[in-house]
């Protein structure tokens, strides 16, 4: 029983986010790169859109907002980042601190950002397919996927001149299919040149066990320092599995999740798939001690 904590990816992050928030040492460094006005830039799409803001961004706050939350709430039973967000959650599970999080959020963004170069590349969602007909639709348009949430329900990345045609053969097919605020094909091969850099970067680095139980998007249970640094460098370009991350969780009998970043969307997805364990975002509150009366209801017997 317990807590679990999900941190959020790319593409939910608008100006009112985490209003609770409040300014730390973290929170500095992030206004250091991307300035003390970054809630009114986010309201431009192109700019939050883009992978070195957002990037450092999310890790920046979703590591401000735990370490303000972990003072009110009792240590998590099990933790896991969607794609970016792994970044903030090893760092929650101890593998590393908040000031390397930032430090290879800025140097994971800019690593894809130079793969991204040779061929422009992007991400769109889609649900509602079911897998062979998703396949199928890989496989006309040089697609690839690139996050699996469930048996009907991806994101598919590749190169952008075969996004709109993709989009349109998948909407005929009935599907729902949403091109997302994602300026190029993450956890895909065509970001295996930022992959390989990244285990370069990260292979100096002393990293630590996790001092709670870590789940990667590529590589299951993290039990020890190398395995995290090849997780790092992996989910890069490989699939994220969120459908086996919540899978893993959901056996450890947590008793609530909390989402720490902007909007719900994985709140969401896991209230759809397990409704007998409650969910939230901590974007859905307006303060801290609210999100801790809530957690403290349902984590402690």
Known sequence: MGLALLFSGQGMQHPAMLPWLVEDRT???VQQQLGRDWRERLADPAWAGRNAHAQLLLTGLALAAWAQL?????????????SVGELAAFAAAG???????????????????????????????????????????????GLAI????????????????????????ARQQGAHATPL?????SHTPWMQPAAQAFAQAIAPL??????????????????NAEQARCALAT???????????????????VACVLEIGPGQALARMWNQRY????????????????????VVRHALP
């Open 275 to 294: 409704p007998q364990v409650p969910a939230r975002s901590v974007d859905e509150f307006r303060s801290a001690g609210a999100i801790a009366d809530w």
């Open 206 to 223: 002393e990293l630590r066990a996790p001092r709670t139980l870590l789940f990667s998007n590529a590589a299951g249970r993290i039990a």
């Open 27 to 29: 929170l500095q460094r």
């Open 95 to 141: 593998v590393f601190d908040a000031d390397t999080a930032l430090t290879l959020a800025q140097q994971r963004a800019a690593l894809m950002d130079q793969a991204a170069e040779a061929q422009p590349t992007g991400l769109f969602g889609l649900s509602g397919l079911a897998g062979p007909a998703t396949e199928r639709l890989c496989a006309e348009f």
């Open 235 to 253: 989910q890069i370009d490989h699939t994220v599995r969120w459908d086996e991350c919540m899978e893993n969780i959901a056996s450890r009998r």
């Open 146 to 169: 690139a996050i699996r949430n469930g048996e009907d329900s991806v994101v598919l990345g590749g190169p952008r001149q075969q996004l709109p045609a993709a989009l349109d053969a």
């Open 181 to 185: 605020n994602v300026q190029l094909a």
């Open 70 to 82: 972990a003072l009110l709430l009792p240590p998590p039973a099990a933790v896991a980042g969607y």
